[in-house]
């Protein structure tokens, strides 16, 4: 099935400095999501994109819907130790199936 | 409060006997979508929903079963479960019929031996 591409796959960070990953694909997708999932826990929905360009905020966060509709990133600004967790880029694939296709996965560990 | 509950949250049962996991949802969602979780491998969807009587299959159907004969239930039926389907499984909802903006519930970790 298809994949996202999901970059980077884990990161280790100090507490207050900025963090970026992106997600990539080789079809287009039509809406880009950004997900959380704390250790135990179903993934939280973060962020929805749903236009080419998008640039949208949720506090410390900031992601993007890529102008090509094949990419999107996510930034963190100043993190904090709950921040800790995995981040999933997901997209709805575009055929009309309301498929929800998933990346692996970035885990994130901050130091305090 | 607004939730997808998933019964049970740990299951730990033995090949060929049949199971099912129980999904509900209050937000009044048309969809209902199930996924497993496996190391290295991400979040998969199996089967979704997109209204009562409507399902669909995701990327992994094989072995899985499924029913919407009501809007807030989306049980998951594995009718002979083998030790490949050791997984972590979770249900999620979202408004409309289509899968933006997902809600997940809290997870069902499967044992088979």
């Known amino acids: 099935g298809q994949q996202l591409n999901q970059s980077p796959q884990s990161m280790f960070i100090q507490e207050g400095e900025d963090v970026s990953m992106n997600c990539t694909s080789s079809?287009?997708?039509?809406?880009w999501l950004w997900y959380k999932q704390d250790p135990g826990e179903g993934p939280v929905l973060l962020i929805a994109?749903?236009?080419?360009?998008e640039l949208t905020s949720n506090g410390r966060l900031t992601a993007q819907f890529g102008i090509t509709r094949k990419d999107s990133f996510l930034n963190i600004s100043a993190s904090i130790p709950s921040d800790v967790g995995i981040y999933f880029c997901a997209g709805l694939w575009p055929g009309g199936s309301e498929k929800l296709v998933f990346g692996k996965g970035m885990k994130l560990t901050v130091n305090p | 409060e607004a939730q997808v509950t998933q019964n049970p949250r740990y299951l730990i049962t033995v090949t060929g006997k049949k199971l099912t996991v129980t999904c509900s949802q209050n937000?009044?969602?048309?969809?209902m979508s199930w996924y497993r979780q496996d190391p290295g491998l991400g979040l998969r969807q199996i089967y979704y929903s997109m209204n009562v009587e409507v399902t669909d299959k995701g990327d992994v159907p094989e072995g899985y079963k499924v029913s919407r004969k009501e809007k807030r239930n989306f049980p998951l039926i594995l009718e002979s479960p083998s030790p490949n389907q050791t997984s972590l499984y979770f249900c999620a909802s979202s408004p409309g019929t289509s899968g933006y903006e997902q809600y997940f519930g809290p997870g069902t970790r499967l044992t088979v031996t």
């Open positions: 937000m009044n969602h048309e969809y």
């Open positions: 079809s287009i997708f039509n809406t």
């Open positions: 994109l749903y236009k080419a360009g």
